[in-house]
């Protein structure tokens, strides 16, 4: 039997009613209370290492619980934690980078209603989620919500209150959960990696997204506060350069200074492809942009956290922006 640790971070599965509206209080030992039947799946021990709702989770919040499995990584088979939705994906996408090549599996789970009310879906998650990393072979980061493991640089929230809560963008669902059977569709590799731990993050990092008729110096203002910019584009990727809105002389402006721009786009699926239309080409011909291709805007900006904690320099930035870490980028041939 596989000994697995529980880490609880509080969010909507520890909430409970309080005359503000939903709070976090429940700790990691009465979510465990909650699911007897775990230990016929493994050896379960659970430590509370914050309880905070996730729109107030912060990269310093993501060091600590990667710092937490590394200490705690010799000793269990595996780890669960339990967080809130709203923030879910960024944190599965920092764990990605902060945890590279881990050997056991990692993943996050939560609910849509907390583990306290007469109906909720935060049983069946915890469950699946012990039962996935549980599993034979399964290592690196996940999210396990409603029968699905997605990767974790892949996971996007995209409902707000259903239980299927999140999807995997660009990327196949890794496994569907139901109960004790698990179809596996996407095998992780079976090569053994030494894992390695990172603890440094600069949060520097701010996503625009474009609207018509907004004003070229929005990039000045934010470079001056910011190391690098994500674009949220529209379609493949495109910057307006028509009239008195040229963004492309911001552009020229702010990489001179050094500052890191990614194209990525509005569009959920597919990704972006800037060069196909001359309004993304310019861009990443003429200036030291990038572009997020079919990664997530949560990856993306997490990412950059991670690569801006080691360097600025821009080749430096690009070639570890366009590596692949946990399935996160497929850049076309």
Known sequence: MKKILLLATGGTIASVQTEHGLAPDTTA??????????????????????????????PEHWITIATTIQKEYEVYDGFVITHGTDTMAYTASALSYLIQNPEKPIILTGAQRPISAPITDATKNLMDSLRFASKDHVKGVYIVFDGKAIVGTRARKIRSKSYSAFESINYPV?????????LQYVETEREPHAPIFYNRLNPKVFVLKLIPGIEPDILEYISEHYD??????????????????????????????????????QVMLEGSDAEIYEVGFKA??????????DMTVESASVKLMWILGKTKNFDEVKERFYKKINYDILIPE
């Open 29 to 58: 030992e009465e979510i465990l209370s909650y699911i007897p039947e775990a230990k016929h799946i493994c050896d379960l021990s659970v430590r509370q290492i914050l309880n905070i709702d996730s729109t107030n989770i912060q």
């Open 174 to 182: 890794v496994a569907f959960i139901d109960e004790a059977r698990i």
């Open 228 to 265: 690098a910019i994500i674009i949220e584009s529209y379609g493949v990727g495109g910057i307006p350069f028509h009239d008195n809105r040229n963004f492309f002389n911001e552009l020229e402006r702010i990489t001179k200074k050094g500052k890191i721009i990614v194209i990525a786009t």
């Open 284 to 293: 990443i011909n003429q200036y030291n942009v990038l572009q997020a291709y």
